[in-house]
């Protein structure tokens, strides 16, 4: 199978995959006060009962090929000041300057002060193709039901179906991720939140931290680095391939800094003029021996400014986060998006936004569009080596 969480005891003992952060949070999953999340059915209930959360008269489409309830609906939660990621909050084991022995003290001590809390935990498979994919498992409040939800619609539940295919895949011989969040552990020092990661052991904990933005993209800054580690290379941004008509192709990969059009580019049709194959918009690794490629999770967390609530692709919203909502003309809760409330508001996309989408490309990428958000043109480059 993929990466583990089983050891035999003779492993334990000089294990090198473990660290003083890992085996802080991993401990904690085991606690008592700790109750496993087991369907995604059971992640959306929980969701629901959250205080504040909103329940739009606007249905999931397909929700029980999606594990959902027939009757679910999409779900809207908000923030307050911080609709985005923040970058000052990181720490990352192993960068210079980084006392990993401080870090693990607070790690520790947010443990203990939270034990009183009601926790649940649930798991999900990063990684689409039996090549690579990797078990990751969170562990979050109760009173957050709501960002597990959106990070298990995110990536892939860990239901019987994706046992089998986890259990089918290609050995990785190193620990599942391990995420531990604390939306309201606010560390002394550390008003805006504290992320600390320990990508060598496959590991993070988030403190103070609200935005769902930081979980999933916390997720795939560590199965990116474990990815590197076994020759794939990182990509945030789009894949798409232009299947032509004489049995060749010609795919290209999307960059830019967010917001400036790779989900769009991706995601456009051109008119039906061209069949296309999507990879995706946001994640997916390069495997640096046959270049071939591998999307890293199914649904899309896409921004809301282009998006009215007349627009087609919000029939396929599962969960809105930092976006306002109104009533229509029957009184219905609708999302009011295009970022009146805030900035980078967000939803999460189901698969089926995409009726062509591909979890593998074979193909190398031919060619590379990098967008660019101002004026300034970018680093021209003559490339020699392949």
């Not at 085996?23 to 606690?31: K, L, N, P, R």
């Not at 004489?246 to 795919?251: A, D, L, M």
């Not at 609708?334 to 591909?358: C, H, M, P, Y």
Request: charged share 25%; hydrophobic share 35%.
């Amino acid at each position: 199978m993929a990466t583990r969480r089983i050891w035999n005891q003779s492993e334990i003992k000089t294990n090198p995959l473990f660290s003083k952060l890992r085996s802080t949070i991993e401990t904690a999953f085991y606690g008592n006060n700790v109750k496993p999340v087991t369907s995604v059915a059971e992640a959306y209930t929980l969701a629901t009962q959250e205080p504040g959360v909103i329940l739009l008269d606007m249905p999931v489409f397909k929700p029980e090929e999606q594990g959902l309830p027939a009757d679910a609906k999409i779900l809207v939660t908000n923030d307050g000041k911080t609709t985005g990621r923040y970058a000052k909050a990181r720490r990352i084991i192993g960068d210079e300057g980084i006392d990993e022995v401080e870090l693990a003290g607070i790690a520790r001590d947010a443990v203990y002060d939270s034990r009183n809390k009601e926790w649940i935990s649930t798991q999900v498979v990063v990684g689409l193709d039996q090549k690579f994919t990797a078990r990751a498992h969170l562990m979050i409040p109760k009173d957050h039901a709501s960002i597990m939800y959106s990070w298990i619609m995110n990536f892939k539940f860990f239901d019987d179906a994706v046992k089998e295919f986890y259990n089918n895949s290609k050995d990785i011989p190193e620990g599942d991720i391990y995420i531990y969040s604390d939306p309201d552990y606010v560390v002394p020092g550390h008003p805006g939140g504290l992320a600390i990661f320990d990508p060598a052991h496959n590991c993070a904990m988030i403190l103070g931290m609200r935005y769902f933005g930081e979980h999933k993209k916390g997720t795939l800054t560590l199965a990116w680095s474990l990815a590197n580690r076994y020759g794939y290379v990182a990509c945030h941004g789009g894949m798409k391939r232009y299947n032509l008509k004489n049995g060749e192709s010609f795919t290209i990969g999307v960059f830019g800094l967010s917001g400036s059009g790779k989900s769009t580019l991706t995601h456009e049709k051109h008119n039906g003029r061209y069949n296309i194959s999507i990879l995706h918009d946001d994640a997916y690794i390069i495997n640096t021996n046959d270049l071939s490629s591998v999307a890293m999770e199914p649904t899309y967390f896409d921004k809301m400014q282009d998006y009215p609530v007349e627009h087609p692709a919000n029939k396929y919203l599962l969960t809105l986060q930092n976006v306002g909502v109104t009533l229509d003309e029957n009184g219905n809760k609708v999302v009011l998006a295009e970022d009146v409330r805030n900035n980078n508001g967000r939803a999460i996309k189901s698969q089926f936004w995409t009726d062509n989408r591909v979890n593998h490309v074979d193909e190398p990428v031919n060619a590379i569009v990098w967008l660019m958000k101002d004026k300034t043109l970018p680093p021209i480059l003559k490339i020699d080596d392949p």
